[in-house]
Nanobody, 122 residues
C-alpha cells in the first residue's frame, strides 16, 4: 500500500517554471519506477517523465529539454522540474509509483497520487 502526495502546482505565465514534488509513504518493500503523468481537459492521461530506481529516465517528446525528473530514494520522493512552460503544458499532473509489496512478491503494483493542477497562461 503506497500513498502518493503531490505538491508544487500552480499558475504561471508562459516561459516560467514550476517544480512538482511527490512523497511516497505506506507499506511497501521498495519502489521501482516512479513517474509523472498529465491529463488535460478532454484528453487522455499521458506519460510525461519516468525514472527507475537506478536513475534511468525517459521523457515524452513534447517535454524533452524542458523538464527534468529526479528522485531521492532515501526519502522516497520524486520531483519534476518544469522549465520554459508552454500553455499546452496545462493539465492535472499525477504522480505514479510502481512498487514491490515484499521481497518475494512476483509482481509490482501501481499507485497514483491525487493530482496537482498546473496552468500556464499565454
Amino acid at each position: 500500500q503506497v500513498q502518493l502526495v503531490e505538491s508544487g502546482g500552480g499558475l504561471v505565465q508562459a516561459g516560467g517554471s514550476l517544480r512538482l514534488s511527490c512523497a511516497a509513504s505506506g507499506s511497501f518493500f521498495s519502489i521501482n519506477t516512479m513517474g509523472w503523468y498529465r491529463q488535460a481537459p478532454g484528453k487522455q492521461r499521458d506519460m510525461v517523465a519516468r525514472i527507475t530506481g537506478g536513475g534511468s529516465t525517459n521523457y515524452a517528446d513534447s517535454v524533452k529539454g524542458r523538464f527534468t525528473i529526479s528522485r531521492d530514494n532515501a526519502k522516497n520522493t520524486v520531483h519534476l522540474q518544469m522549465n520554459s512552460l508552454k500553455p499546452e503544458d496545462t493539465a492535472v499532473y499525477y504522480c505514479y509509483a510502481e512498487s514491490w509489496r515484499s521481497a518475494i512478491a512476483a509482481t509490482t503494483f501501481a499507485s497514483w497520487g491525487q493530482g496537482t493542477q498546473v496552468t500556464v497562461s499565454s
